[in-house]
């Protein structure tokens, strides 16, 4: 390579960088416009939990078939960008494998174990794309996704396939014109290439000048593609890839079907339950203490880790496709419900670019506009999503905050809803009964 072409490459490294930085920022800054939850507690677990789940696809496997495929994507993905390091020095120096004198026999292992990760990312992409455009799984063909998310799943296959290949031509050129009798410009013998070595015939026959172009065109391809994908990241589902370890990391450790209680309201009932507390005695309402708003109507009503989640979200459908309430029909989808709230999370990010760094209210809220109360209402808490999701999203708690706010703010609960409640504060008792009978029933037991 020659200066002007370093040049060029640092330039391409700083505006592909600069980009991926900037879109990094808007993302962090965005989970934060959330509630401040403290997830600092039990480190210990937490790290377990992000190297069994995040890192060791331990939920992804209970579907062996998609699982074992996805740790080939996975694994190829990260070990084969190791090789990136490698790329940004030679590029930056316009040296050529530069690592193959320190490492010997290593780097050959590495090249060798490169190529075959390529070749399984392939198959699994392949394999991928057949189940979602062929076999159309139900869970990919959902009503829920469609437009922009539907295609995203495909561009996210083509990219990859398109990369690997751009990586295995890169190396049959180099493989050919390192064995180019008496040597080729700086290209020296380096690495092992178990796949591309078969590619290389391709070449023969053509000018040692046209395959080292090949060689600079492929290189070029392969390394503007990885800066490429890596900004597509931040508008796709891909984003999974580097926030499933904080998502692990941050996930709720409390049993499934523990709710939190709102501090404020579980004073309030420990006073009017206390036959002795004298409300005017007790301390002075601290105003920060108590919520402006009970439970969530918007994005920045929630808690920055359910901010996080919509991030995360795989929108692989597992959720939806284990929820009782959509297999029956009903209007609830999970994946929506994540997809919904990112949706407005960028909405409302967007709106605080345009004006500055400042919010303006642009009358419309995630409750309504984006999810609707039936859908809320279509779930029965049951966890299966939180079970099913391959890291560790919680659908359930966006909903449960959205109903609390339905109920103790727009007191909008469903008239089953709201005769159970005034049977509970009348009767002491889910049902229409009086005291003096509501406990009748043990008797005909």
Known sequence: MSYLDNILFAILLIVGFGFFAASVKKIYRNINLGVDVDRKDNPKARWTNMALIALG?????????????????????????IELLEIIIDGLFGTHRIFAPYLGVVYNVLIASFEILAILVIFAVTVFWIRRNFIRLKRFIHSDLKGFPKSDANYILYFETVLMILFLLMNAADFHLQNVPGGYSHFHKAGSFPISQWIAPIFNGTSNELVGLLYELFWWLHIAGILVFMNYLYFSKHLHILLAFPNTYFANLKPEGQFDNLASVTKEVKLMMDPNADPFAAAPVDENAVPSKFGASDVQDLNWVQLLNAYTCTECGRCTSACPANQTGKKLSPRKIMMDTRDRLTEVGKNIDANKGVFVPDNKTLLNDYITPEELWACTSCNACVEECPVNISPLSIIMDMRRFLVMEQSAAPMSLNAMMTNIENNGAPWQYSQQDRLNWKNEN
């Open 57 to 81: 696809q331990s939920k992804m496997v209970r579907r062996p078939v998609a699982g074992i495929l996805h740790i080939f994507v996975y694994v190829g993905f990260i070990i084969i960008n």
